[in-house]
């Protein structure tokens, strides 16, 4: 075989050149580095070059071969995917398909290169995937360009019986990861998209912190904490919903106590008279039947928020970061706009943070509506969702606290 060639057609994007080999591999000046490569991996991936697959964007395949890029959920804020080196073979017992977890195969690497692709590990992981960062005359092992990424591989034999079909290839590398993380108690996940997609970056207020003018509600500081703390957005709205349903049942009382004083305090009320009480009692149960928990967080938003509050901080936000909430959305199948001119402005946020929380809850089997499916690419839409989250809970939270003694 001709490596030389098949090295100026792989690394186009770098001055690659063979300056040694052995018998088994080839040493290749890529920078002021050394990589040696080993002459196998390079002829067995030129082969089949033109033949891979690379759907979803993170993987490849090829008949009898699939592999993915993986990566540990672990608290938010950690640098690395994996801090500890991991090598796991799991093999049915026919002998016929296996399944490793483990660094990223060169064969992957050289894919990456020769569709340069390379850049969206070393913008995932900073550092882990550059030519550079070694010392002059240095040799090292292909693989260790990326010794921080790992992926699943499948590997199966011609005569297994879905040998050519990927999808099938591709869910028996989740469900090795499933009885892996079942088995070490920690999460490893498929990574379906280069991009941060599963990831919110909470934007701080900018300002050094005052002393307190009010004790806050510890519950809700509690779930505060845990949606800053959460490594996924869905955890975190369904925190920051949680500090909004704490005042459900106050709210709607003191709408329902309103409704019954003016009742009450009219001329005509009477309880001597039947008629009056029978429509203090259908007050009483009409407000009942509608104090569905949609109706009660727009009563939330009525008792926390003066009308503008809300608009003001939308109309700021999309200011700074685009049009998002006042234009038409579709979020999980369904169309949301904000209605900052109309009457309906309160009734359009509460069903827009109502239906995301109903998304993220319910999950039955028979469901007829979209499901989410967390690591899909999903969290995105939530994610967007989140300022607007955390500017209602963080007020929620500041205006419901008591004045601190002096």
């Given at each position: 075989m001709d490596f030389q060639k098949a090295c100026d057609a792989i690394f186009t994007d770098f001055e690659v050149s063979i300056v040694g080999e052995t018998e088994e591999s080839l040493h290749l000046e890529a920078g002021r580095a050394i990589l040696s490569l080993d002459k196998l991996d390079l002829e067995y991936y030129y082969q089949r070059r033109s033949k891979i697959v690379n759907d979803p964007e993170t993987s490849i395949f090829y008949n009898g071969y699939f592999e993915q890029f993986v990566e540990p959920k672990l608290a938010?804020?950690?640098?690395?995917?994996?801090?500890?080196?991991?090598?796991?073979?799991?093999?049915?017992?026919?002998?016929?398909?296996?399944?490793?977890?483990?660094?990223?195969?060169?064969?992957?690497?050289?894919?990456?290169?020769?569709?340069?692709?390379?850049?969206?590990i070393s913008g995932r992981y900073p550092d882990s995937f550059l030519l550079s960062g070694f010392m002059s005359g240095d040799t090292i092992p292909f693989n260790r360009l990326s010794n921080i990424a790992y992926s699943i591989k499948v590997?199966?034999?011609?005569?297994?019986?879905?040998?050519?079909?990927?999808?099938?290839?591709?869910?028996i590398a989740k469900s090795a990861l499933f009885n892996i993380s079942y088995s070490s108690g920690k999460a490893i996940v498929p990574l379906e998209f280069w991009d941060k997609k599963d990831q919110f970056f909470y934007e701080s207020h900018g300002r050094y912190p005052e002393f307190p003018v009010r004790n806050y509600n510890e519950k809700l500081i509690s779930y505060h904490n845990l949606a800053l703390s959460s490594a996924s957005p869905?955890?975190?709205?369904?925190?920051?919903?949680?500090?909004?349903?704490?005042?459900?049942?106050?709210?709607?009382?003191?709408?329902?106590?309103?409704?019954?004083?003016d009742k009450i305090s009219s001329p005509t009320f009477s309880i001597e008279k039947p008629k009056e009480l029978k429509k203090l009692v259908d007050t009483v149960r009409k407000q009942d039947q509608r104090s569905n928990e949609q109706k009660m967080l727009?009563?939330?938003?009525?008792?926390?928020?003066?009308?503008?509050?809300?608009?003001?901080?939308?109309?700021?936000?999309?200011?700074?970061?685009?049009?998002?909430?006042?234009?038409?959305?579709?979020?999980?199948?369904?169309?949301?706009?904000?209605?900052?001119?109309?009457?309906?402005?309160?009734?359009?946020?509460?069903?827009?943070?109502?239906?995301?929380?109903?998304?993220?809850?319910?999950?039955?089997?028979?469901?007829?509506?979209?499901?989410?499916?967390?690591?899909?690419?999903q969290e995105e839409i939530i994610s967007k969702e989140l300022p607007l989250m955390y500017f209602i809970s963080e007020s929620i939270i500041i205006k419901t606290g008591s004045t601190i003694l002096t």
């Open positions: 938010k804020g950690s640098h690395y995917p994996f801090g500890t080196y991991i090598n796991e073979r799991l093999e049915n017992s026919s002998g016929n398909i296996r399944v490793d977890l483990s660094q990223i195969s060169n064969f992957f690497i050289l894919f990456l290169i020769d569709n340069n692709l390379y850049n969206h590997t199966a034999e011609d005569s297994y019986v879905n040998f050519s079909d990927k999808n099938y290839l591709h869910k869905i955890f975190s709205y369904l925190a920051l919903y949680n500090i909004i349903e704490y005042f459900f049942i106050s709210s709607s009382e003191k709408v329902l106590y309103s409704l019954v004083s727009e009563m939330v938003l009525g008792e926390y928020f003066e009308l503008n509050e809300i608009k003001d901080w939308i109309k700021d936000y999309e200011e700074k970061k685009g049009i998002h909430y006042s234009e038409s959305n579709n979020i999980f199948d369904k169309q949301f706009k904000v209605e900052l001119k109309s009457d309906k402005f309160a009734n359009s946020i509460a069903r827009r943070i109502y239906h995301i929380r109903n998304i993220i809850v319910h999950n039955k089997e028979d469901l007829k509506e979209t499901r989410l499916i967390p690591f899909g690419g």
